[in-house]
């Protein structure tokens, strides 16, 4: 977690990678969330979709993104995130996420930095961005 | 394709209580290590997504399906979660109630007619304190009709 004094616009943390994925990665997600669409884990369902194999579950990938972020700046303290999605990712992908400082601001008496995130493969293809708002302590 | 007259649409509220195995489950699913999460003192920020087993347990919950988009042209293009104060921990117990918010349609630079909808769930407490908003935006892509 970060403190107000340390933070200045621009900011970039090293980023992380996480991967290769594997189906079991979509899988365990699957089941924490609760989305059980074959298409993340059921080859033949997931080709005959037009896919070459199990697609990773968006909000999986958009998951990992928000770890990234709230290891950085406090998982009490989050107080907005945004994903979108722009290319799907699929297993012995590598992901690695990247963030910036996008803006420090004062608002109502609370501190509060947004920030801006990409997760991309290991094509350099952007698969998600984000962005997320916390609250940071003095 | 979507329907313009599901706009204003409201499901019917569902409980959502937010469990320490859940917030410990989930936190390992998205590589969380922060022994905040994996305790469930706050849960992960896209940990709301799980709403969806418990929709599942209230006919009507989920408007969604009178948008009536179509599965090929349609996609999950964005989405959102909102908090005000810190995200739901272990032991809060939360009212969740959906509505289509907003249905709006423009035009890609390659000629796609683009037709946006946004759905907003509120998360409140047992006091009706608004704890938190899941925004869910999908899009229907339409390719450009012929000249």
Redesign the interface.
């Known amino acids: 977690m970060s403190r107000w004094q340390a933070l200045q616009a621009g900011q970039v943390p090293e980023p992380r990678s996480f991967g290769p994925l594997s189906v079991t990665d979509f899988v365990r997600y699957q089941g924490a969330s609760g989305d059980m669409n074959p298409v993340h884990h059921d080859a033949g369902f997931a080709k005959a979709a037009g896919y070459p194999g199990p697609l990773a579950v968006g909000m999986f990938a958009a998951g990992v993104m928000n770890t990234f972020g709230t290891d950085w700046l406090g998982a009490s303290h989050v107080r907005r995130t945004r994903i979108r999605w722009k290319a799907p990712a699929f297993a012995d992908y590598v992901l690695t996420v990247s963030a910036a400082i996008d803006a420090l601001r004062e608002e109502d008496g609370e501190r509060y930095a947004d920030i801006a995130l990409t997760v991309t493969d290991q094509d350099g293809a952007v698969s998600v961005q984000g962005w997320m708002t916390f609250v940071v302590p003095e | 394709m979507v329907d313009p007259e599901s706009l204003g649409a409201r499901g019917t509220p569902f409980p959502l209580d937010v469990e320490r195995g ?1 917030c410990f ?2 936190a ?5 290590e ?1 022994p ?2 994996l305790c469930g ?2 849960s ?3 940990f709301l ?2 709403t ?2 418990w929709e ?1 347990r209230v006919e009507g919950a989920n408007p969604w399906a009178l948008v009536q988009m179509s599965e090929e042209l349609g ?10 104060g ?2 739901p921990g272990a032991g809060d117990r939360l009212i969740a109630q959906a509505r289509i918010d907003d249905i709006w349609e423009k035009r890609s630079r390659a000629g796609h007619r683009l037709i946006f909808v946004k759905m907003v769930t509120e998360f409140r407490d047992a006091n009706g304190a608004l704890r938190a908003e899941a925004i869910l935006t999908g899009v229907e892509r339409h390719p450009p009709e012929a000249p």
């Open positions: 859940k489950e989930f390992r699913a998205v590589r969380s922060d905040a999460h003192a706050v992960h920020p896209t997504s799980t969806l087993h599942k996609m999950h293009a964005e989405q959102e979660f909102v908090f005000h810190p995200p």
